[in-house]
C-alpha cells in the first residue's frame, strides 16, 4: 500500500469554525488531490496539487482553500465550516513517472460533520 | 465536460455468478480507471485501460474507445468482491479524473 495518512480521521465541528486537514504522503509523488463523497455524488475533486505550491482548483472548490508547502503534505482548509461540507474526504497520490501509469492511491478518508 | 454514467446502481448476485458492470463516458479520453471500495472505505484502484482488455485474477476490464465504453467483469463471484465499483476517466494528459457514481456489489452465499 502506498504511504499516505489522514489526520484527523474524524471529526466534529460546528458551523463558521475552521477546519484543516491533512494528507501525509511517503511515497514522493508530485500529484496530490483532495476529493470529497457524498451519497448520490460520485468523487468528487475540491483541490488538487501538481507540486510543491502549485495547485489548481476542481469542480467543487467553493468554501476551501489548499496549501502545500513541501511535496509530502497537502492541505485542506474549509475557511469557514457549513453542514453542507459536512461529507468524507479523501486524499490521493499519483505520479505518471514514479508509478504505475496514472494510477491514483487513495488514502483512508477523514469523516467530517459540521453541526 | 466529460460525463461518466455507471450501470447497474446496485447490484445483487449470488455467489459463483458471473458479474458486469457498464460504464460509459461521453468524450474522448486518454484513460479509464476501475477502482473498488471496500465496506470499510477504503478506495484501492483496480485497473487502468486505454485500449483493450486487462485481467487480474476473476476481474477482467474491457474498453471500446469507439463507443466510450467498458466493463468490469468478476468470474465466479465470491462474498468477498461485495464493494462499491467505480469508474473515473480522464480526458488527456494530467487533467483531472470523472468519476462515475458507482456501482454497489453485494455477492451472496
Known amino acids: 500500500d502506498a504511504g499516505i495518512t489522514q489526520s484527523p480521521r474524524h471529526k466534529v465541528t460546528e458551523t463558521g469554525t475552521p477546519v484543516t486537514l491533512r494528507c501525509h504522503q511517503t511515497e514522493n509523488h508530485r500529484y496530490m488531490y483532495w476529493y470529497r463523497q457524498d451519497p448520490g455524488h460520485g468523487l468528487r475533486l475540491i483541490h488538487y496539487?501538481?507540486?510543491?505550491?502549485?495547485?489548481d482548483k476542481g469542480e467543487v472548490s467553493d468554501g476551501y482553500s489548499v496549501s502545500r508547502s513541501k511535496t509530502e503534505d497537502f492541505l485542506l482548509t474549509l475557511e469557514s465550516a457549513t453542514s453542507s461540507q459536512t461529507s468524507v474526504y479523501f486524499c490521493a497520490i499519483s505520479d505518471p513517472l514514479l508509478s504505475n501509469q496514472e494510477t491514483q492511491y487513495f488514502g483512508p478518508g477523514t469523516r467530517l460533520l459540521v453541526l | 465536460k466529460n460525463e461518466v454514467e455507471q450501470s447497474p446502481q446496485n447490484l445483487t448476485a449470488q455467489e459463483g455468478e458471473f458479474i458486469t458492470i457498464n460504464c460509459s463516458y461521453s468524450v474522448g479520453i486518454s484513460a479509464l480507471h476501475w477502482l473498488q471500495q471496500h465496506p470499510g472505505g477504503g478506495i484501492v484502484s483496480l485497473f487502468m485501460l486505454s485500449s483493450g482488455k486487462k485481467k487480474h485474477g476473476r476481474l477482467i476490464a474491457t474498453i471500446n474507445i469507439q463507443e466510450k465504453h467498458s466493463s468490469l467483469h468478476i468470474t465466479a463471484s465470491h462474498p468477498r468482491d461485495s464493494a462499491v465499483y467505480i469508474c473515473a476517466a480522464r480526458t488527456s494528459g494530467n487533467t483531472p479524473l470523472v468519476f462515475g457514481k458507482g456501482t454497489r456489489l453485494s455477492v451472496i452465499a
Open positions: 496539487s501538481y507540486g510543491v505550491k502549485d495547485t
